[in-house]
């Protein structure tokens, strides 16, 4: 069964990085395409970035040039580096695999000064 835990979240300024974790277990995120969701107050879940199952990315344009997904094999980790941060960043963050399966229990980020 893939169990997913995403970390990391927490308050931090405008203009200021954070790095979020989704350790995996159940699965090899070194062959697994993988992807991290964010859902907002008031609004639904929506797609932030994309990694497939070599080194491809994807970005929604909102985040694109402030954010990184990358793996650690090692680890069985995907980590979500966010600079820059916005207000409108706030969110609960989730990862998943893609396809996607049970969601996790999310981190929350809030850009607040």
């Known amino acids: 069964q893939v169990h997913l835990v995403e970390s990391g979240g927490g308050l931090v300024q405008p203009g200021g990085s954070l790095r979020l974790s989704c350790a995996a277990s159940?699965?090899?995120?070194?062959?697994?395409?993988m992807v991290w969701y964010r859902r907002a107050p008031g609004k639904q879940r929506e797609l932030v970035a994309s990694?497939?199952?070599?080194?491809?990315?994807y970005y929604y344009d909102l985040v694109k040039g402030r954010f990184t997904f990358s793996r650690d094999n090692a680890k069985n980790t995907v980590y979500l580096q966010m600079n820059h941060r916005k207000p409108e960043d706030t969110a609960v963050y989730y990862c998943?695999?893609?396809?996607?399966?049970?969601w996790g229990q999310g981190t929350q980020v809030t850009v607040a000064s």
């Open positions: 159940g699965v090899d995120v070194r062959g697994q395409a």
């Open positions: 998943n695999t893609s396809p996607r399966g049970a």
């Open positions: 990694l497939t199952s070599g080194t491809d990315t």
